[in-house]
């Protein structure tokens, strides 16, 4: 082995790491993910612990360093001093089982001084990860700058760029410029370019600059300091409300208040013309906040015959409990209207299931009751006979949602927006694209009811506020460039060399500020679209009380009773919170460091640079079409920007023909758009191989698809496919993490759900003189190698529910080291088989763990393993009992089990003596220890900690017994107690951290011998 090995390659405080990227999903306001839609993100927290862990060294790697520093010298001869003392103990115990003819497994290696300063290292940087990975952190300068300083270590000064070449939503290359990174990002879609344009290409070129808006100019005068990104989120503030301005005087019109008065607490009704004309002070003008639509249908019952019905699948507005609010139809004969009622619904069934027949997308005519069958409604959908009826208003008022019934006047001015030009022009030049079918994306289309151009998933009066919001972001450029050159002529803001040169000329000047400025609020223009399109529907739960966006799923299924919103409204889906969400995602950007974003395809070898660290995250399989769906985005990104990137909005749409998804629609059936697939991966997979320098790993996302998972938990070919292609192209294995975005102490059962949502693959390019192997010797570097790697996870805490999947890479390590591992018949050992023998060797090592125990400890696990928590017969626990070198009875007075009536059975955790003291205790088990842990962990953790303090070093004996317990639980799929044993891990670092904080003098370790 010629390269040092990376920290990823050996440990990870996963953990704290997967906590994160956990929380994160709930963080909404600020998020760069909130900048633009894209599917399939990577949490921050990962990628940002990845890639730290990619560049620093592991401390095994600098061993002799350490030891010449004094202070960690002496932490490290501490430890093993209370280690050296257990292990002798250990061994003792060893001793006397085999004088008295009793087989019992070795305690370990001896403890070494160099391994010890080793982990003691590693803690530290685990620490800094704990802190880095946080959110609140993001831009913490001390935090980032302790991480970039040990980058820095590690690169002997000089770092590698980070190249990702399937950037999508750009959370990688981000990361990367935030440790101090030169970052690449490249994907063959404009969309996911632009995106890493404005995340880490246009920043840093106006980093730490004042705004140039006029408001700005006046209150700074010549100074002003502004951080980071601070100066261009403000510009975007600023020319986000002059849009708005200017768009309000243009198109006001189409969104006219309402004129209302309330008439009891939170009851409002239309004011009526004299009202308005005489008591000004009852009448209140309120915004709207949503049109409510109803699409409708001919009914096919020929007594109806020209009468349109409304297709609903839910006529509530508000489930608010004490406020339920909800639309009515009113029949009367051949005619309805819609009114809106509130308080407690006599059928609140049917007012959730609409006019819908009971199965989805089966109607029933209001009028007739006759079925509306999907296949009629389809016909008449693509026929484009569907129509629309305004069903209610909603108003925003100063204590909530206001709930008016539709008005005539409301419909007329929607309907007048039909004969704008514009909107014709639109829908007949850029938006006349098709919306993808049912053969392209996997879940629902629009298209199939006739929604089947980009132009029709907007009404007239979304598509006049997107195209005049989209108009006035070219023209905001004028007058962006306008104020530049006088914050230059006033404020002395510093001139640059390329004040007429575009971003696409990589100018950093006027110009090219304006057209940054257009690009953020074009961003705002898709959050506008997302929220703006007649597949957005109301969300009557009372939490929202919204708008929904049309991409809730990576799909654009038909919505039937639709919201339209008010660009101008001030609530969700309107043009200024969407500029804020901008500005606020802006602000939280580093800035510093350069980075790069072009449109590139990653099977061809020009697209990676070489020297770079690679860590990417590949589209899989068929699970998201990327490129169908943003098709949505682009054109209207298209429209407004293509004079700002000519080349990248080169195409009338994104191109699709290279993308990597096994879609048989594009290649013509299901083995060619699996080859494709397969094909296209490894040769992108062998590109990174080739240009990666030899000192670091690539790393590689790989998620798994939820149809991956079986019964037992484990995953499908798929995952050996890929693993296969990545060893084809030339890597070997040496690490595989698990990341989740759900916690693993949520898990409902065990086995189902123990997949993660995705592994991270560390990848090192396979040594040209790799030999072949036979089976013999693969296993027998296994046994040899795997015991210390798991330790190393072990120490890390890692989840025993994740801790088989994490084996996976130590174990791929041996495997994929070889050229060929040759089976006894002389065939080459596949990596099914290979991920079989890992598994059976982690079994094994796992139980090799057992010399760490007491002899209690030992009967108690053999007899757990067969009976768990229930009785067995007394003759087979005394049986037992000789085997391992203890006594039933002694283990009653131990108090571990019961022995009554012919019957013996462990105690449970609740049934163990209250009032143990494990300093007092003559027959102290490990058996005890963990089950008095998991007890106390129940009420909280210092009562744990205080335990965890007195034992010192034994007490991680009880993690290493647990790991033991969960592999036995997760077999029998004994849920319950799995958990507890997974929590007990999970709670470790923590707990440990608390003991570390008690000021009590524990014993000394000799007091309490096993
Ligand atoms: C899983 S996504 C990346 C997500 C990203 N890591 C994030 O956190 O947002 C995969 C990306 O690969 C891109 N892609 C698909 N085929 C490609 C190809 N041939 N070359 C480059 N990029 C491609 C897709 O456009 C998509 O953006």
């Known amino acids: 082995m010629t390269y040092k090995k990376k920290l990823i390659e050996v440990a990870l405080p996963l953990e704290a790491i997967n906590k994160e990227a956990a929380r994160e999903k709930s963080i909404r306001h600020g998020h760069p993910s909130t900048l633009h839609l894209w599917w399939a993100r990577r949490p921050l927290a990962a990628c940002r612990a990845v890639l730290f862990a990619s560049l620093v060294d592991d401390p095994s790697e600098c061993v002799a360093e350490l030891m010449k520093d004094s202070a960690k010298r002496k932490a490290a001869e501490k430890e093993l001093k209370a280690r050296k003392q257990l292990w002798d103990e250990q061994t003792a115990l060893l001793a006397k089982a085999l004088a008295s003819g009793i087989s019992a497994p070795p305690p370990g290696p001896e403890p070494k001084l160099e391994a010890i300063v080793a982990e003691v290292e590693r803690e530290r940087l685990f620490e800094i990860i704990r802190k880095l990975v946080k959110w609140e952190n993001s831009n913490n300068e001390d935090v980032l700058n302790a991480a970039r300083a040990e980058i820095m270590r590690s690169c002997n000064g000089n770092p590698p760029p980070v190249c990702d070449p399937f950037c ?70 600023y020319y986000g409300q002059w849009v708005r301005n200017e768009a309000l005087k243009r198109i006001g019109k189409f969104y006219q208040d309402v004129a209302v008065v309330s008439e009891t607490e939170g009851q409002f009704r239309y004011a009526n013309p004299e009202e308005i004309q005489n008591s000004k002070n009852k009448v209140e003008n309120l915004k709207v906040i949503a049109w409510l639509w109803a699409r409708t249908v001919e009914s096919p019952n020929p007594a109806f015959t020209g009468c349109h019905v409304p297709l609903v699948s839910s006529f509530w507005l508000s489930t608010k409990p004490g406020k339920e609010t909800w639309v009515e139809p009113v029949i009367n004969g051949k005619t309805y209207q819609f009114e809106i009622r509130k308080g407690q619904p006599q059928d609140p069934d049917w007012l959730s299931r609409g006019t819908r027949a009971g199965k989805a997308q089966d109607f029933l005519c209001l009028l007739s009751k006759s079925p509306l069958p999907r296949e009629y409604v389809r016909e008449q959908g693509k026929a484009g006979r569907l129509g629309a009826r305004l069903m209610a208003v909603v108003a925003e008022g100063s204590r909530g949602r206001v709930y008016l019934p539709p008005t005539m006047e409301a419909e007329m001015i929607a309907q007048s927006a039909d004969s704008i030009p514009r909107v014709a022009e639109a829908r007949t030049t850029f938006l006349s694209g098709t919306t993808p079918t049912r053969a392209m994306i996997t879940g629902g289309v629009c298209s199939a009811y006739g929604l089947s151009t980009w132009g029709h998933l907007f009404t007239s009066r979304q598509l006049i506020g997107l195209t005049t919001l989209s108009t006035l972001i070219t023209e905001v450029r004028k007058q962006v460039m306008e104020d530049y050159e006088l914050a230059i002529a006033e404020n002395g803001r510093e001139k640059t060399n390329s004040p007429t040169a575009g971003l696409n000329e990589g100018g950093n000047g006027a110009k090219a500020y304006a057209e940054s400025i257009s690009v953020y609020l074009s961003f705002a223009l898709s959050r506008s679209a997302d929220r703006g399109s007649c597949i957005c529907s109301w969300d009557s739960s009372p939490k929202m009380e919204a708008l929904r966006n049309t991409f809730g799923r990576q799909a654009l299924p038909m919505v039937w009773d639709f919201a339209e919103g008010n660009p101008f409204s001030d609530s969700s889906g309107s043009w200024n919170n969407n500029v804020e969400f901008t500005a606020k995602s802006v602000e939280k950007f580093a800035g510093s460091n350069l980075g790069f974003a072009k449109q590139a395809d990653a099977t061809e070898k020009t697209t990676f640079i070489k020297g770079s660290l690679f860590s990417t995250d590949p589209p899989y399989y068929d699970n998201i079409s990327y490129a169908e769906l943003s098709d949505f985005f682009y054109v209207w990104l298209r429209q407004t920007l293509r004079a700002v990137y000519p080349n990248l909005f080169e195409t009338l749409l994104v191109p699709k023909a290279t993308e990597l998804v096994a879609t048989p629609f594009r290649h013509g059936s299901q083995e060619l758009a699996e080859k494709f697939f397969l094909d296209g991966m490894s040769t992108a997979i062998h590109n990174m191989a080739e240009a990666t320098p030899p000192a670091f790993p690539v790393t590689i996302y790989y998620a798994f698809k939820q149809a991956e998972r079986d019964d037992e938990g484990s ?67 296994l046994k040899k190698e795997l015991p210390e790697a798991l ?159 007195l034992l010192g070093v034994k007490a991680e004996v009880a993690r290493d017994l647990s790991y033991r317990l969960y592999t036995i639980c997760e077999r029998r799929k004994w849920a319950q107690e799995a958990i507890a044993y997974n929590t007990l891990v999970l709670s470790w670092g923590d707990v440990q951290r608390l003991a570390g904080e008690i000021k009590v003098a524990a014993p000394s370790q000799g007091e309490m011998s096993l």
Not at 174 to 202: C, F, M, T, W, Y
């Open 168 to 237: 999508g939503g750009g959370s990688i290359p981000l990361e990367a410029q935030r440790l101090g990174l030169e970052a690449h990002a490249s994907d063959l879609n404009p969309v996911p370019v632009l995106i890493n344009k404005a995340l880490i290409e246009i920043p840093p070129k106006f980093a730490g600059k004042p705004p140039v808006n006029p408001e700005a100019r006046n209150k700074l005068g010549a100074s002003g300091s502004w951080k980071g990104t601070a100066g261009l989120a403000e510009d975007i503030r």
């Open 715 to 781: 995953a499908s070919t798929g995952w050996e496919t890929f693993l296969e292609a990545v060893l084809r192209a030339g890597f070997s294995l040496t690490g595989t993490w698990p990341m989740r975005t759900e916690l693993s102490n949520r898990m409902v059962s065990v086995g189902t759900n123990a997949l993660a949502s995705s592994v991270v693959l560390v990848c090192r390019a396979r040594m040209a003189d790799a030999g072949v192997t036979s089976r013999r010797d693969f296993l027998s570097a």
């Open 791 to 949: 330790r190393h996870l072990q120490k890390g805490n890692i989840a025993p529910v994740d801790l088989a999947q994490a084996a996976i890479g130590p174990g791929m390590a041996v495997f994929s080291r070889y050229a060929k591992v040759l089976e006894t018949d002389g065939s080459t050992m596949s990596v099914r088989s290979a991920l079989t023998e890992i598994n059976k060797s982690l079994d094994e090592v796992l139980a090799e763990q057992e010399g760490e125990f007491d002899a209690d400890t030992r009967w108690a696990l053999a007899w757990f393993d067969q009976y768990g928590f229930n009785e067995g017969a007394y003759g087979s626990a005394e049986t037992l009992s000789t085997a391992k070198n203890t006594s039933v009875s002694g283990m009653a007075e131990a108090g571990i089990l019961t022995a009554k009536g012919g019957k013996v059975r462990l105690l449970k955790k609740e049934e163990l003596d209250a009032n143990w003291n494990p300093a007092t205790d003559k027959r102290l088990t490990i058996w005890e220890i963990t089950h008095h842990l998991i007890r106390r962990l129940e009420h909280g953790e210092s009562g744990a900690a205080e335990l965890i303090k």
